[in-house]
DNA sequence: GTGAAAGCGCTAACAT
DNA sequence: ATGTTAGCGCTTTCAC
């Protein structure tokens, strides 16, 4: 018997012939049917070893009406800070979740000049599901997709109407709360705070925390600056924090790359950290590991809110009932910025 | 006439009795073929544009034997350091420059425990070529894959035998070059270096920039020692350079990080920065930015890089002529850590 | 320049 | 449990 040279990649059919079986046979044991006999799933398998067989996915998704790619958008914008850590890792988390699936992961800027080109490319059944990470998390232009296409959002969309679509979110509010409670805790008599931009729902939420906090402990909620969450504002706002000419001794930054800023003018003031002033940010990112002295800070599990998003949205797209809010929690890195103060200072108070 | 409610998406079929043409005229108006009268574009044009048609990439993948998609390969580890702001520039270059083309950006995480898996993948014809970006760049596991598959590596291969690949890489011999050029020009005598892993290529081309430069200025290039990269491993080799008791006024290191780890230990040893010692880095990252004083250092273009290995896949995908090999220029940003010594400091040696 | 016909490799009823 | 029969939506000869 000659064994007929095949050129490109094995096809089902070569597989059927070789063990011996109809096509259907091969179909099943690829996708795992259970109507099929140890027997003749065995052959099959041997085949396809034998053969190096890899189904093609474009006729499988022909055929099935299924893609089995999941659409990672990426705002134009928020794709110029893709360096931005925080979203590198919840990148990681959806691609190293996916990776264990069956489910290919599709990345695609949306260009925000011609965001038609995108709506059409994701609505035009060219994905199953789409998952949306966007750097300033209030803008959801893509809510209106989440009614044609199985969406998962990360972050929680700034607009309440938007509430019936699936998203996950760190929880900004406790992570805050966590962090001014922190610095009471240590034997701060006022906190201050340098908030986020109120339009974006990470910058609105933890200046919330703060505030709840802040009032719940009897104290007045009234020192806030806020800032564009970059370094250079960070900066400017702790010296309007400073010229108010309040006494303060604690401070609770929004993000970390704002209290690095703030760090500087501190130590241009010569405001010693954590001595006259402890202070505590949020992200856990580069900046608060490096800053002089590191930064307490609070950390985001930004991995796991990318599997999370994926583990949803996979979930939907396979019918397992899903939660639409998935709220991940947050915790606390103590490190040199609020170092408790000593008994003696606690005591003189 | 009634119009018939058809569910799901547009397929090219309707268009082409919208526009009562045959669905060959469709699919050349969509494939852009020259050979259709302007009159039947036209109309057909008007017919996808009424319906919101897109084409199934499916179907067409199926009947053209092309998938027009490209896989971004992530080994497993790199994708752990996934953060790693010169990584995250090369994907958006990457995912950026894709987005203007017809190609889509499939991102394939490679287990490394389990490398077969991903070669299938790849080579099951479900991708029309490869982009692979390794952390470790001297890696190329998946060099015997562009002997399959058309690929482009970013960084340039450890192994001269695989010179018959195509990369992209920056030019780390003439920016470590100009590094320490400039150290020498602001009157440095002496110049040390903090090195990288010698088996990685970036590591490698480094020390080789800074080694000939030193040698051409007649200066001993004795002054070495190497490190992993880490903040750790740059301040653990500082440490090493000052316990050999040798006067050095210039210091090259190998990248940002590392720097910022050996600028710690210079604050703690009392050594001024830039007075006593000028510093300059590689790679021009947060932590350049950021340190105490600001690093000098050298600015990789990620982000073109990252374009540049789209364009040669694009380019060889389509038959167009390319240059296996694509070095892409570095230059120098002069910071605070290596500021000119003024005259007087100049006229005294 | 345009249409008709024949698949691309696979899945999904429907038989058996 | 397995085989048979139709397509999935598109491109692509090949006629006209």
Known sequence: MTQEVIPGAPTLEQVAALAGVSR?????????SPHVTDEAAAVVLEAIETLGYVPNRAARSLASRKTQVIALVVPE???????????????????????????????????????EKTRRYLMGGNVDGALVVSH?????????????????????????????????????????????RHLLDIGCR?????????????????????????????LDDSLVELG?????????????????????????????????GALSVLREEGIAVPRD?????????????TSEPPLTTIAQPAIELGATMARVLVDLLEGRP?????IMPTHLLVRASSRRRDDAEEASR
Chains 1, 2 share one sequence.
Do not use: C
């Open 24 to 32: 259907s046979t091969v179909s099943r044991v690829v996708n795992k």
């Open 77 to 115: 914008s928020t794709a110029r800070v893709f360096a931005d850590p925080f979203f590198a890792s919840v990148v990681q988390g959806i691609a190293l979740h996916l990776a264990a699936t069956e489910y290919t992961l599709n990345m695609v800027i949306a260009s925000e000049t011609n965001p």
């Open 136 to 180: 300033h998390s209030g803008d959801h232009s893509y809510a209106r997709l989440s009614q044609a296409l199985p969406t998962v959002f990360g972050g929680r969309p700034m607009n309440a109407d938007e509430r019936d679509s699936y998203f996950v979110d760190s929880d900004n509010v406790a992570g805050a709360a966590v962090a001014t």
């Open 190 to 218: 006022r906190v201050a705070t340098i908030g986020g931009p109120q339009d974006m729902p990470p910058g609105f939420d933890r200046l919330e925390g703060w505030r709840r906090t802040v009032r719940e402990a009897g």
């Open 228 to 260: 564009d969450f970059s370094p250079r504002q960070g900066a400017e706002a702790m010296r309007r924090l400073l010229a108010r000419g309040e006494a303060f001794d604690g401070l609770f930054v929004a993000n970390d790359q704002m209290a690095v």
């Open 277 to 289: 002033l402890a202070v505590v940010g949020f992200d856990a990112d580069y900046f608060s590991e």
């Open 322 to 326: 899903v939660e639409r809010v998935t």
